[in-house]
T-cell receptor, first 111, second 113 residues
Framework: SQQGEEDPQALSIQEGENATMNCSYK?????LQWYRQNSGRGLVHLIL?????REKHSGRLRVTLDTSKKSSSLLITASRAADTASYFC???????????FGTGTRLTVIP | DTEVTQTPKHLVMGMTNKKSLKCEQH?????MYWYKQKAKKPPELMFV???????INESVPSRFSPECPNSSLLNLHLHALQPEDSALYLC????????????FGAGTRLSVL
């Protein structure tokens, strides 16, 4: 399977703390994307990082990509209760016609 | 407008029923997707349409039948489903295939009794 692995599976932190989640993937990619899903809702795209980029920022989000290790990290700084959601990485493998979603990290931010 | 609209939001059906899920987007996207998602699991790709033609069918049972009447609409026809088909069904669209950002609808929560 081309599905990426994410860790941790679940993460619980206090409001104001930083949250880091990791994604590992299988083969060469065109880009890697992160999505957020509130409970029972659709996924929302957060950020895309291309294979030739190493770091990208968007507001309180910071994404890194290490193609030599085939891994990516999503950092959410100064977390808020509203950040409580599931976060999925999605890899656009070179030559593939669809995205492959990772196993997901369930983040709980305690007020 | 970056909205993908799915109807209905909730659906309860018996194993002998026939029902349809509907998905609509007006972003001019040429790729549309159906995913199935079980609780605490990632979305599982079912079908991909590109330029209104079926591009990918991930070995989905024939009791699920997709249809793309035009570039803005995607349907999923359901017939003789099993209780294990109960899940959240998500529709998504993107400008093109593969590396593009996908925009998701809010999903249809399906219960099969």
């Amino acid at each position: 399977s081309q599905q990426g692995e994410e860790d941790p599976q679940a993460l619980s932190i206090q409001e104001g703390e930083n949250a880091t989640m990791n994604c590992s993937y299988k083969t060469s990619i065109n880009n890697l994307q992160w999505y957020r899903q509130n409970s029972g809702r659709g996924l929302v795209h957060l950020i895309l990082i291309r294979s030739n980029e190493r770091e990208k920022h968007s507001g309180r989000l910071r994404v890194t990509l290490d193609t030599s290790k085939k891994s990516s990290s999503l950092l959410i700084t100064a977390s808020r209760a509203a950040d409580t959601a599931s976060y999925f990485c999605a890899t656009a493998y070179t030559g593939a016609n669809n995205l492959f979603f990772g196993t997901g990290t369930r983040l709980t931010v305690i007020p | 407008d970056t909205e993908v609209t799915q109807t209905p939001k909730h659906l309860v059906m018996g194993m002998t029923n026939k029902k349809s899920l509907k998905c609509e987007q007006h972003m001019g996207h040429r790729a549309m997707y159906w995913y199935k998602q079980k609780a605490k699991k990632p979305p599982e790709l079912m079908f991909v349409y590109s330029y209104e033609k079926l591009s990918i069918n991930e070995s989905v049972p024939s009791r699920f039948s997709p249809e793309c009447p035009n570039s803005s609409l995607l349907n999923l026809h359901l017939h003789a489903l099993q209780p294990e088909d109960s899940a959240l069904y998500l529709c998504a669209s993107s400008q093109g295939l593969a590396k593009n950002i996908q925009y998701f609808g809010a999903g249809t929560r399906l219960s099969v009794l």
